[in-house]
């Protein structure tokens, strides 16, 4: 009796073990993560609980009315601020700061007036890789503005160039760097609605190229089923945390008309508007 449960208890240590080896690590996690502000009224909760995985490649769409912290989840995955509580690992380490394996592109462009679009994805490519000759770093810069419809453009500088146009130097400056994960905040949500489609568009081209993780912010449901492969839905503030994920489930390469024919993608257009105009209404 001894030997058996001796002999038991060793197999039963060995699949613990090897459970726990076995266990992957998400590329990207978002732990029990919860953000609190000090204000004279007292502490302000802005997100609480937050929970997700993203796979290596995907593409990610967070809507969520006004309010709900997305922005500031966002912000906690590219560096720029901290969770009160919780973490933010990417292949397993830590987010405390923000690297170039991480990437931006802002709603206003971020762009250096006084330079041209060829200086302002050169100074990216330069600071990330300081080491490499001027030839293959120029190499790079041309490529990426290349790969935007852009090289003609190279030496305007962005008071020349069409919101379309600074956009796309944005995306390809961030590109440049070869990040793991690119962070869209709203990038298309100041374009008229012809240019919105073009850069979809072209996001999508580019993101089948390169295939990094992309999390992007947006208010537009069609956006996001055209171009996500999952829509992370937000509760209101304060104290917002993800309602709902869902998957969207049309195959790639994607073709818009294709798509808006599909009886499926006017099934989750509801779901989602009756998730942020019923479930999650925002109060006035």
């Given at each position: 009796m001894v030997n058996r449960s001796l002999?038991?208890?060793?197999?039963?240590?060995?699949q613990k073990s090897t459970t726990t080896t076995t266990r992957r690590e998400p590329f990207l996690?978002?732990?029990?993560?919860?953000?609190?502000?000090?204000?004279?009224?007292?502490?302000?909760?802005?997100?609480?609980?937050?929970?997700?995985t993203v796979g290596q490649g995907e593409f990610i769409c967070v809507i969520g009315h006004s309010g709900c912290g997305k922005s500031t989840l966002l912000n906690m995955v590219s560096g720029f601020a901290h969770p009160t509580s919780g973490e933010v690992r990417l292949q397993g380490k830590q987010i405390t700061e923000p690297?170039?394996?991480?990437?931006?592109?802002?709603?206003?462009?971020?762009?250096?007036?006084?330079?041209?679009?060829?200086?302002?994805?050169?100074?990216?490519?330069?600071?990330?890789?300081?080491?490499?000759?001027?030839?293959?770093?120029?190499a790079i810069v041309r490529e990426n503005l290349a790969m935007v419809g852009l090289l003609e453009a190279a030496d305007k500088k962005p008071p020349q160039l069409s919101g379309g146009m600074k956009?796309?130097?944005?995306?390809?400056?961030?590109?440049a760097i070869r990040p793991q994960v690119l962070i869209l905040d709203e990038p298309f949500g100041a374009l008229d609605a012809i240019t919105k489609e073009e850069l979809q568009e072209e996001l999508l081209k580019i993101w089948n190229d390169h295939r990094c993780t992309v999390l992007m912010i947006t208010h537009d449901i069609d956006e996001a089923l055209f171009l996500a492969d999952k829509l992370?839905?937000?509760?209101?503030?304060?104290?917002?945390?993800?309602?709902?994920?869902?998957?969207?489930?049309f195959?790639?390469?994607?073709?818009?008309?294709?798509?808006m024919e599909?009886?499926?993608?006017?099934?989750?257009?509801?779901?989602?508007l009756d998730f942020l105009y019923h479930r999650f209404a925002h109060d006035e």
């Open positions: 002999n038991f208890s060793a197999t039963e240590a060995t996690a978002i732990e029990n993560v919860s953000k609190v502000y000090p204000t004279k009224k007292g502490p302000y909760t802005v997100l609480q609980n937050v929970n997700l690297g170039p394996d991480r990437m931006v592109v802002f709603q206003n462009y971020a762009l250096l007036p006084w330079r041209t679009a060829f200086e302002n994805i050169y100074l990216a490519v330069h600071a990330v890789y300081p080491n490499k000759p001027q030839a293959e770093k120029r956009q796309r130097v944005s995306i390809a400056r961030a590109l992370v839905m937000m509760t209101n503030g304060p104290a917002a945390t993800i309602g709902e994920v869902m998957r969207i489930p195959p790639r390469p994607r073709d818009r008309v294709r798509i599909d009886p499926l993608y006017y099934n989750l257009r509801n779901q989602a």
